[in-house]
């Protein structure tokens, strides 16, 4: 489903500010699979998000999805497959257009371009019954802003945007970082519920270590560009935060003051 091949990137090469941000990842996700993934900052998480997404292209290496070779293809081209919410409620949407509006953006994604009207009766009832899923009341505000919504509903409604078209891909990132606990605790558990409901293919950066052992069946850690630990399904479930920051101690073979600060 989704393969990762020797990805390799460097920033300012040649320079006194090169960073490797990426060395040698190699990482296979199969149908379902639903991987978090934590890491220091600068570790290379959101580096590898927007190289799957094709905002970036690896110097080395090859990215795979569906059998097919997307490691040059544009942004615009690859999110066909790619469903992708960001840390940022403000991002994903467009405010100064309606709920419907930007569901129907959302729905064009991978569909063949014609001159018929955006949004019919048919299509607005079907947003309506998705919408209704989230259990938020947005299914009777069709024509609202989207600028007007709360973070947690425009978070919401990122989401669906995201997955009701099922992605081959679904990159969250941080996506529930921004929010109070309460809406963080909401987005959670939508996110849990839409992933299993259609059976997403997932990657989910955190730096929740508690929210990362608790969702999905996969969980990898990185560090310095490269992905240091891999949990999969069976270990995962027997796994805790303490047990994940002396696995961290551990690889990284230091005693460090605050490995929780380090991990956030």
Same mark, same amino acid.
């Given at each position: 489903? *989704?393969?990762?091949?020797?990805?390799?990137k460097v920033f300012h090469e040649g320079t006194p500010d090169e960073k490797i941000a990426l060395q040698n990842v190699h990482l296979s996700l199969q149908k379902g699979d639903f991987v978090t993934i934590i890491g220091s900052n600068g570790a290379g998480?959101?580096?590898?998000?927007?190289?799957?997404?094709?905002?970036?292209?690896?110097?080395?290496?090859?990215?795979?999805?569906?059998?097919?070779?997307?490691?040059?293809?544009?942004?615009?081209?690859?999110?066909?497959?790619? &469903?992708?919410?960001?840390?940022?409620?403000?991002? &994903?949407?467009?405010?100064?257009?309606?709920?419907?509006?930007?569901?129907?953006?959302?729905?064009?994604?991978?569909?063949?371009?014609?001159?018929?009207? &955006?949004?019919?009766?048919?299509?607005?009832?079907?947003?309506?019954?998705?919408?209704?899923?989230?259990?938020?009341? *947005?299914? !009777?505000?069709?024509?609202?802003?989207?600028?007007?919504?709360?973070?947690?509903?425009?978070?919401? *409604?990122?989401?669906?945007?995201?997955?009701?078209?099922?992605?081959?891909?679904?990159?969250? !990132?941080?996506?529930?970082?921004?929010?109070?606990?309460?809406?963080?605790?909401?987005?959670?558990?939508?996110?849990?519920?839409?992933?299993?409901?259609?059976? *997403?293919?997932?990657?989910?950066?955190?730096?929740?270590?508690?929210?990362?052992? !608790?969702?999905?069946?996969?969980?990898?850690?990185?560090?310095? &560009?490269?992905?240091?630990?891999?949990? !999969?399904?069976?270990?995962?479930?027997r796994l805790t935060v303490e047990k994940l920051l002396a696995e961290f101690r551990r690889i990284r073979g230091e005693q460090?003051?605050?490995?929780?600060?380090?991990?956030?």
């Open positions: 489903m *989704l393969q990762l091949n020797g990805i390799y998480k959101s580096t590898l998000m927007n190289l799957i997404s094709g905002v970036l292209f690896p110097d080395e290496g090859t990215i795979w999805i569906d059998g097919q070779d997307v490691t040059m293809m544009p942004e615009y081209v690859r999110s066909r497959y790619i &469903g992708r919410v960001f840390q940022d409620p403000m991002a &994903g949407t467009a405010p100064n257009m309606t709920i419907e509006e930007n569901l129907a953006l959302a729905y064009a994604r991978n569909q063949t371009r014609t001159l018929r009207r &955006g949004v019919t009766k048919k299509r607005r009832d079907e947003f309506r019954e998705l919408l209704a899923t989230l259990h938020l009341g *947005l299914e !009777d505000r069709l024509q609202a802003k989207v600028g007007l919504l709360s973070g947690g509903e425009r978070q919401a *409604l990122s989401l669906l945007m995201a997955t009701f078209t099922e992605p081959s891909i679904l990159l969250l !990132d941080e996506h529930t970082a921004a929010l109070d606990p309460a809406r963080a605790e909401l987005i959670t558990n939508l996110t849990k519920e839409i992933v299993e409901r259609y059976r *997403l293919t997932t990657l989910m950066v955190t730096h929740n270590m508690q929210q990362a052992i !608790d969702l999905g069946n996969r969980l990898i850690m990185m560090d310095k &560009g490269q992905i240091i630990l891999e949990v !999969d399904e069976k270990e995962k479930k460090l003051a605050s490995d929780r600060a380090i991990l956030s």
